[in-house]
């Protein structure tokens, strides 16, 4: 059916921010920009199955997620890009 994407851009919020900002001074996890991506990522990739089921498909093959940073400094948004191909399935009739 042709390529189905989703695409969505997030950025910290100010208290994500404030604590992604200490815990860069102290080290370790960031368990506030990790939450901040999977947010992203689900999104996305949400929007990709909806993409797909508006061009006829059923299914995605050969689904990648794509990100990057957009803007700088403390404001800085991440970009996730989900995407695929989307096909029409049909179960194998034995």
């Not at 997030?10 to 900002?21: A, K, M």
């Not at 960031?30 to 059923?58: P, T, V």
């Amino acid at each position: 059916m042709g390529v189905a994407r989703g695409i969505i851009v997030r950025s910290p919020t100010i208290s994500q921010g404030f604590l992604g900002g200490f815990k860069q001074l102290v080290g370790g996890n960031i368990d506030s920009y990790s939450e901040m991506c999977e947010q992203a990522r689900k999104e996305a990739y949400d929007k990709m199955l909806a993409h797909a089921k508006s061009l006829g498909g059923n299914a995605v093959l050969a689904m990648r997620y794509e990100s990057s940073a957009v803007g700088g400094g403390q404001s800085a948004a991440t970009e996730v890009l989900c995407y695929g191909t989307a096909v029409v399935c049909q179960p194998i009739q034995r």
